[in-house]
């Protein structure tokens, strides 16, 4: 079974840092691209950003909020994929998601097609 | 960045209804366009990809259509676990823009 498992929220200070795991499951992580999406309480979702292969380059893009702030990695060989917070603000308030960014062969149609079920982070001021 | 718009922001139907949501982009994304269906507390789901591609498991009564900068997801028959909040997305380029989502209740 397919499965992403996110772990590491909490409440912090503003001005402090957090990270975040999501463990993976039921498929080859190494070759998946990978992405963040959070969801600030009562509003929509927000891409965060997201990581390639590493046989793809590992290359990362965040968005604009995030950028300079938020880092995304990856551990092949834990099947884990992180996102070290720093710099927390209030509006950094969410549930954050893990997800995978998948396309089918021979196409550039990405789409999340696996989510985690969240986990919550707090910024208190 | 490409701005998403959904209208309307929320609607009532009842069971059965055909229900439609639209979806704009403010500059054309072709057909790099997926929708996501939301339930309370939990996370979204994979409906539609490449504006009409049916994610493998999701009933047929689900359809997507557009390109360019319009896009449109239709329920064809509304059953009681399709009430939720509906969201589209665009993978054109970065960042990957959501749409902020359509809330689908009973009346």
């Known amino acids: 079974e397919v499965q992403l498992v996110e772990s590491g929220g909490g409440l912090v200070e503003a001005g402090g840092s957090l990270r975040l795991a999501c463990a993976v499951s039921g498929f080859s992580f190494s070759n998946a691209w990978m992405n963040w999406v959070r969801q600030a309480p009562g509003k929509g979702l927000e891409w965060v950003g997201r990581i390639e292969s590493e046989s793809d380059g590992g290359t990362t893009d965040y968005a604009a909020p995030v950028k300079g702030r938020f880092t995304i990695s990856r551990d092949d060989s834990k099947n884990t994929l992180y996102l070290q917070m720093n710099s927390l603000r209030t509006e950094d308030t969410a549930v954050y998601y893990c997800?995978?960014?998948?396309?089918?062969?021979?196409?550039?149609?990405?789409?999340?097609?696996?989510w985690g079920k969240g986990t919550t982070v707090t910024v208190s001021s | 960045d490409i701005q998403m718009t959904q209208s309307p922001s929320s609607l009532s139907a009842s069971v059965g209804d055909r229900v439609t949501i639209t979806c704009r982009a403010s500059?054309?994304?072709?057909?790099?366009l997926n929708w996501y269906q939301q339930k309370p507390g939990k996370a979204p789901k994979l409906l539609i990809y490449?504006?009409?591609t049916l994610q493998s498991g999701v009933p047929s009564r689900f359809s997507g259509s557009g390109s360019g900068t319009d896009f449109t997801l239709t329920i064809s028959s509304l059953q009681p676990e399709d009430f939720a909040t509906y969201y589209c997305q665009q993978s054109y380029g970065s960042p990957f823009t959501f749409g902020p989502g359509t809330k689908v209740d009973i009346k």
């Open positions: 500059q054309t994304i072709r057909s790099y």
């Open positions: 490449a504006a009409s």
């Open positions: 997800t995978t960014l998948t396309n089918p062969p021979d196409s550039y149609y990405y789409f999340m097609d696996v």
